[in-house]
């Protein structure tokens, strides 16, 4: 028997010694922990907030078998949801501050699948510059089970809104369209995969467009990122902003891959258009801003593309075809429920 | 066959016309949200922070079968979950400023379910004096997954940290322990309900003690909230302080219904003592600000009960039955791995 004098003994290895979930946090999420986390040790984190900025704040959810899939591996699924709330970031032009994460995991993980997941993370820390500030730890009889809250900053006033889009705006997006829908199902087996992996490693780690927001502040009407897919989302800027818009399906910009695949099965691009997970920039901006947006494109090093446009008339997406003729879509995007 | 454009139309019901994810914001959701939120619509919220205050950030999950019964009423699972983290706040010594929450739902919910959740957190945001900032609604094929990101904010330096407790300082405990665990155990059916349901409604409803906490500090060397067991927690304390503690079993509050049940069958105390479910402040005080410390919970309307104390030694706890002679425990408390 385990006293409880004994369990609270202090020893060398962080993690001897602790309850489970306590030795979880020391062996694999003390790494991750920034400034103000408190070694992870604490109730809450301390944050002074940067003096003259305002905050912004998004949370996004992730489930196996929903939103990745369990045989991702364990380094991508943390990276796909860190990479994801940092898109929403990107969406506001805000940059990365520091986030709380939970998660929900099995008992019958891996044994070293916590330890891919956590070094996972801490390779996108280095990359886009935040650590984590809190989070918990618990146990799921359901499948791994995801949350992170983001933390970004933001010159006040700057922050780029879905709901400015107006009539006569030209509609533009960032990188390529499609990959994620199509890398999924590389990866389930329905499409064959291309050489370089390209569309399941867009599948599985989304590039959030952290300088190319930044560079639109003050330049796009409107802005948001694409994640439930393409024409889905184009609805939300125009509900934002009381105004229709059109899509030329030709304009959006497809990787080499997806072309491939679009060439020889030209049924796909509906896909392409509604499939989500591709967590690029959608944005509107002044028709006569064209070359200042094509520049801020240039100095984040991200393509831009103008793929339609903004009409007056009630909120609605239209999608014109190659023939220029309105596509019929069976379904607008991706929805939870 | 819906079109996009069909999809996408502005419409009368903030809801219909929407894909199924945003129709359950715009019903439910929406009415959480507060300043910043910007209606829960864009990628993110905005947050002009408290000038002159350090920000507070914590975050917790609940699984349905594991925190709560997934026969609870749906009106107290979101405010549970809000009661945990508002009692990290508290144990920090911070007053609550907004929260971001995740829900991953079955899709075989009961069709009021969401609503009457929804209710349990809008009568909390108006008892505690917060509201939503952000989320993000998904759907599982597993349990009810739940987490919540709480954020406050304190007096810079001002908050109450785990690891001030020093030899010679009091070991003072809020309100009454081991309600939690017993009402877990009475809604189970292993326990004799209380007749006013004083026990189950404590598993059900934390009750953060955000008044106390904030009138400990400078006040407290060290506190934390307990919510994985008196014992194990308090070994937290001990960690952080580099000392060991005492606990006089005899000292420790119980509610009326939890002595009853005690004295009735002694067996329980253990129970008591580990079980978790808490959420009461556990705090270090100097000898001598006993009469401070008294003044502090006679101020924030909640009792206060000096229970042992901290001495030099390894960071160990020693619990001291009613005889004086140290207590075997089992278990220190509660452990998610």
Chains 1, 2 share one sequence.
Not at 220 to 239: E, I, K, N, P, Y
Not at 245 to 271: F, G, K, M, N
Not at 288 to 308: M, S, Y
Request: charged share 15%; net charge negative; proline share 9%.
């Amino acid at each position: 028997m385990n006293s409880p004098a004994r369990r609270a003994a202090a020893v060398a290895d962080p993690a001897e010694g602790l309850p489970g979930e306590f030795a979880l946090i020391a062996r694999h999420f003390r790494r991750l922990a920034g400034p103000g986390a408190l070694d992870l040790s604490d109730d809450a984190a301390l944050l002074d907030p940067p003096p003259g900025r305002q905050l912004v704040l998004a949370a996004d959810a992730m489930v196996a078998g929903v939103h990745f899939l369990p045989e991702d591996p364990p380094e991508t699924i943390g990276r796909k949801l860190l990479r994801v709330n940092l898109s929403d970031l990107a969406a506001m032009g805000a940059a990365p501050l520091g986030y709380l994460m939970t998660t929900a995991l099995p008992r019958s993980l891996p044994a070293d699948w916590l330890g891919r997941f956590v070094d996972g993370l801490a390779a996108d820390q280095a990359e886009f510059g935040l650590s984590v500030l809190g989070g918990d730890t618990v146990s799921t009889p359901g499948p791994i089970s995801l949350s992170l809250t983001i933390l970004g900053t933001v010159a006040p006033g700057a922050a780029l809104r879905r709901d400015g889009a107006r009539p006569g705006d030209a509609l533009w997006v960032s990188g390529s369209i499609g990959d994620g829908a199509l890398g999924l199902r590389v990866l389930r087996g329905s499409l064959p995969a291309d050489a370089d992996g390209h569309l399941a490693g867009r599948y599985r780690l989304p590039r959030p467009r952290l300088a190319l927001g930044g560079a639109l502040a003050g330049l796009a009407t409107a802005a948001m990122d694409v994640s439930d897919g393409l024409v889905q989302d184009l609805g939300h800027l125009c509900r934002g902003g009381g105004c229709a818009a059109e899509i030329h399906a030709a304009e959006v910009p497809l990787s080499p891959p997806a072309q491939a695949l679009v060439a020889a099965d030209p049924a796909l691009l509906p896909l392409v258009l509604t499939g989500g997970d591709d967590y690029e920039l959608l944005f509107a901006a002044p028709a006569g801003a064209e070359a200042a947006v094509l520049a801020a494109g240039a100095a984040a090093g991200v393509p831009v593309r103008r793929i339609g446009g903004f009409v007056a008339g009630t909120p609605q997406v239209r999608v014109l075809g190659p023939d220029g003729a309105p596509l019929a879509l069976a379904s607008g995007g991706w929805s939870h429920f």
